[in-house]
């Protein structure tokens, strides 16, 4: 979690390389104090904490994020592949989001307007296609 911890830390805030390793020795409790104290300063943030996969690491990020006071715009998503994980970060929301998976036609069409930057689906379709011929 430590490690986490810092990565976020370094996203939203800067520091000098040397100040970056004297960080990375710090503990993880000094680590959530850090982020919940700069966060407490900002006015609004979205963090997005993807594939979240136990109750226990919520458990030890949650703190690091403050209760929002003062008309912050704050915001926690958290994305994984276990309802009880949803559930328990969020208990009082009715029911989690659920993705549906794409089906194996509107994933390759995905993947090709991704890659091919095509607005015709048709015609991206048909270029990866072309490519694995």
Not at 30 to 58: A, H, R, T
Request: glycine fraction near 2%; aromatic fraction near 10%.
């Amino acid at each position: 979690m430590k490690d986490v911890l810092y990565n976020m830390i370094k996203q939203v805030m800067i520091f000098t390389d040397t100040e970056k390793k004297a960080l990375a020795l710090q503990e993880a409790g000094i680590l959530e104090e850090k982020l919940s104290d700069f966060l407490q300063e900002k006015k609004n943030y979205l963090f997005l904490l993807d594939d979240v996969w136990n109750k226990e690491d919520w458990d030890k990020l949650k703190n690091s994020f403050p209760v929002p006071c003062n008309n912050q715009q704050c915001r926690v998503l958290l994305t994984t592949r276990d309802e009880g994980v949803a559930r328990h970060a969020d208990p009082i929301a009715p029911n989690p989001f659920k993705l549906q998976l794409l089906d194996e036609e509107n994933s390759l069409k995905l993947f090709s307007k991704v890659f091919s930057r095509s607005t015709d689906d048709t015609e991206a379709v048909a270029r990866f296609n072309s490519l694995n011929n």
